[in-house]
């Protein structure tokens, strides 16, 4: 059974930062695409930032260009999303995802998600 698991959201100040985990298990993803998508309240869920299992490609929403860093540690089977110099306008609920195929920016193209982790930054 394939699972992501979050973790490592919380309320931080703005301009702190937060660093999350995405834990991933039950199949190999190494011809995966990972992804970080967040989803505001009465808003749709958006893309901000994606990376190749294999190779470390990165891609990342203009929002956060210069604040966040995608990464991944293959002995753990773990992505992370860096977050500096946190904004209010970054508070969602922050998902985890893969795909195999497909678009990176599309919540369609990803096969499996995680539950989410809440991140809160307070002015």
């Known amino acids: 059974q394939v699972q992501l698991v979050e973790s490592g959201g919380g309320l931080v100040q703005a301009g702190g930062s937060l660093r999350l985990s995405c834990a991933a298990s039950g199949r190999t993803f190494s011809s995966y695409v990972m992804g970080w998508f967040r989803q505001a309240p009465g808003k749709e869920r958006e893309f901000v930032a994606a990376?190749?299992?294999?190779?470390?490609?990165?891609n990342y929403a203009d929002s956060v260009k210069g604040r966040f860093t995608i990464s991944r540690d293959n002995a753990k089977n773990t992505v992370y999303l860096q977050m500096n110099s946190l904004k209010p306008e970054d508070t969602a609920v922050y998902y985890c995802?893969?795909?195999?195929?497909?678009?990176?920016?599309?919540?369609?193209?990803?096969?499996?998600w995680g539950q989410g982790t809440q991140v809160t930054v307070s002015s």
């Open positions: 995802a893969a795909k195999y195929s497909g678009s990176i920016y599309l919540t369609s193209n990803y096969d499996y």
């Open positions: 990376i190749k299992w294999s190779g470390g490609n990165t």
